[in-house]
């Protein structure tokens, strides 16, 4: 049935696209056709976020072309999560006349001085996984339907103290990312908050391999929970080496660890690991099923969380172009402003007035092996 389906969407897209023969922007039988940029984290030890990302666009785009309101042609640059990459994307992106918007960067790193150009540039930017504190603020441009931190971590500390009464806490965090820097912030401030007493602090750096350091002494001060930000491969490392130390207990992370690749490169030892998401795969709602069983007849996997806000943010520009009626930047920034009650497969969502996320968090844990609710 998804076969057939499938095939339909690809033909009518393909119809849409030799039918419309015009310029970008100008409508085709009224569809909006415009280009959507996307700068992404496709190459390199975070790879797998973009895989997600571009995979779940994709889907969207096919869907979306194939309804005939709006036809997207996605202009896809690879970041390799390094800011001066971002940057060169974004720029050669925003000197494109075609591009209407961006989605992306993937990493809060990247937006952060990628962000700050697109607004200058009037160019409408969409962060799909962009969650540390002040993205939206950048600037009148600059959206995210990702979940923030300070959203998301709160979440999950409440959910860890009431599951195992946690009184004392380690924290662990990258000190050379905004994300996981961030992250850090609102794991104090939260730690602080609930009267949670913090043993120490520890950090790290991208691409470190031996944590036996930090690992060590949280081991010796017996913490009830370790609070962790970082991405998911220093992430998986970090719990590989805690679970080989003797160390047991849960650990909450952030959005970097929110990708099954935790689960590829720790293995068992990535059970015990919290994070709160507005994607959870088995839900019983008929439209999460569709886009799960779409994206595994087209990928051969699962999807993520960094598929499914993907897939939701380029729905979110579809539905911002449609409002526009025309393929313009400073018209997209508008209707984009005005999305509100947004019925995506993350459930209900609205950008408040800064551009940022209104949105239910729903927490999870690792379990043998896989993300489940943690109730
Ligand atoms: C960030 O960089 O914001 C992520 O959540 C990965």
Redesign the pocket.
């Known amino acids: 049935q998804f076969t057939a389906l499938s095939s339909l969407l690809v033909l009518s897209a393909c119809g849409g696209n030799q039918a419309a023969g015009d310029e970008d922007g100008e409508s085709s039988g009224g569809a909006v056709k415009a280009d959507i940029g996307v700068i992404s984290y496709i190459s390199g030890p ?1 790879a797998a ?1 973009g895989e997600a990302i571009t995979n779940g666009l994709k889907l969207a785009q096919e869907e979306i072309n194939g309804k005939g309101e709006v036809e997207i042609n996605l202009v896809i640059e690879d970041s390799a999560g390094k800011q001066d990459q971002a940057l060169t994307a974004a720029q050669k992106l925003m000197n494109s006349e075609n591009v209407t918007g961006i989605i992306g960067p ?6 952060n001085v990628v962000g700050p150009e697109a607004d200058l540039n009037g160019v409408p930017i969409m ?1 799909t ?4 504190e002040g ?1 939206p603020q950048i600037g009148d441009y600059v959206f995210r339907n ?1 979940l923030p ?1 300070a959203l998301a971590i709160p979440a999950s500390i409440d959910k860890a103290i009431e599951k195992y009464d946690a009184k004392k806490v380690a924290i662990l965090y990258g000190n050379d ?4 820097k ?2 850090f912030d609102t794991m104090k401030k939260a730690a602080e908050e609930k009267g949670l007493e913090i043993l120490t602090i520890e950090t790290f750096q991208k691409g470190q391999s031996d944590y036996n350091a930090q690992l060590t002494k949280i081991k010796g001060l017996k913490p009830d929970l370790i609070l962790a930000s970082a ?1 998911y491969n220093e992430g998986a490392v970090i719990m590989d080496q805690a679970r080989k130390m003797g160390i047991d207990v849960p650990f909450v992370g ?3 660890f ?1 990708s099954p690749e935790v689960i590829n490169i720790a293995g068992d030892a990535a059970n015990g690991l919290i994070v709160a998401t507005p994607w959870y795969g088995e839900k019983e709602d008929d439209k999460v099923k569709e886009f799960v069983g779409k994206y595994e007849e087209e990928y051969g996997k699962k999807p993520d969380q960094f598929a499914a806000q993907a897939y939701d943010a380029l729905y979110i520009m579809a539905e911002a172009l449609k409002n526009a009626g025309e393929a313009d930047r400073d018209a997209l920034r508008d209707a984009l402003a005005e999305i509100k009650g947004f019925n995506g497969i993350l459930g209900e969502f609205s950008f408040d007035e800064e551009g940022d996320v209104v949105m239910e968090p729903t927490v999870l844990v690792i379990e043998g092996g896989a993300f489940k609710e943690f109730n």
Do not use: K, R
């Open positions: 975070g976020y993937t990493l809060s790193t990247e937006m962060g996984s962009t969650t540390a993205i990702s931190e990312d905004v994300f996981t961030s992250g991405l952030g959005n970097g929110n």
